[in-house]
């Protein structure tokens, strides 16, 4: 499986933006795909998950309301929209792909990675 993930920049607070991950490769309809962020120094952040049939999606808590996981059946592209975005929410994000949905929020769990987009919020 290989994925690729962009469509990061710079916006300012408040503003809306969409992440494409774009994946190619054999893919279970229970396998879990999902964001991902990091900023400097930290691990690697829940953002998102979905499963690949696209009957269960998944948000952060911190991201509930404000950002939502798609996915486009047709171009086997998952989205993360994210909107009203935060100062906060500066970091680079990830998207990533695991057999199964054990303990998805856990990045550990996660077996192929996309490289990283990075998303920066001024205020």
């Known amino acids: 499986v290989q994925l690729q993930a962009f469509g990061g920049g710079s916006v300012q607070a408040g503003s809306s933006l969409t992440l494409s991950c774009a994946a190619s490769g054999r893919i279970g309809s229970t396998d879990m795909i999902g964001w991902f962020r990091q900023t400097p120094g930290t691990e690697r952040e829940y953002v998102a998950a979905?499963?690949?049939?696209?009957?269960?999606?998944l948000h952060a808590p911190a991201v509930k309301g404000r950002f939502t996981i798609a996915k486009d059946n047709v171009k086997n592209t998952v989205y993360l929209r994210m909107d009203n975005l935060e100062p906060e929410d500066t970091a680079v994000y990830y998207c990533?792909?695991?057999?199964?949905?054990?303990?998805?929020?856990?990045?550990?769990?996660?077996?192929?990675w996309g490289q990283g987009t990075q998303v920066t919020v001024s205020s």
């Open positions: 990533a792909l695991q057999a199964g949905r054990l303990r998805y929020t856990q990045y550990a769990m996660y077996s192929s």
């Open positions: 979905m499963t690949w049939s696209g009957n269960t999606r």
